[in-house]
Nanobody, 126 residues
Framework: QLQLVESGGGLVQPGGSLTLSCAASGFALDNYAIAWYRQVPGEERLGISCISSNSENNHYSAAVRGRFTISRDNAKNTVYLQMNSLKPDDTAVYFC???????????????????WGKGTQVTVSS
């Protein structure tokens, strides 16, 4: 079964940190660019970070740039999102997504998802 599974979400105080993981099963992540999206109830799902299949290109949205870091370990078939200096506005369900098209590119336009994970909740609150 081909799937992506996110983990690492939870409740954290403002200013705190979390690391999300996105693990693939049934397929090799190194053939895909991986993006993280987040969604707040009632709003659209937005791309916030992307890493190319060869790790040479990445992108961050303005909302997270300078605070979040995306990385990947293809040997472990896993992508990570290190989130620092968390704010209440970061509260959302976080999803990872795999894209085979243009796998060596990441930019401000997020598109062409082949696989979605089911998401992990991140809540930033005191």
């Amino acid at each position: 079964q081909l799937q992506l599974v996110e983990s690492g979400g939870g409740l954290v105080q403002p200013g705190g940190s979390l690391t999300l993981s996105c693990a693939a099963s049934g397929f090799a992540l190194d053939n895909y660019a991986i993006a993280w999206y987040r969604q707040v109830p009632g709003e659209e799902r937005l791309g916030i970070s992307c890493i190319s299949s060869n790790s040479e290109n990445n992108h961050y949205s303005a909302a997270v740039r300078g605070r979040f870091t995306i990385s990947r370990d293809n040997a472990k078939n896993t992508v990570y999102l290190q989130m620092n200096s968390l704010k209440p506005d970061d509260t959302a369900v976080y999803f990872c997504a795999a894209r085979s098209r243009d796998k060596d590119r990441c930019g401000r336009v997020y598109y062409g998802v082949d696989y979605w994970g089911k998401g992990t909740q991140v809540t930033v609150s005191s």
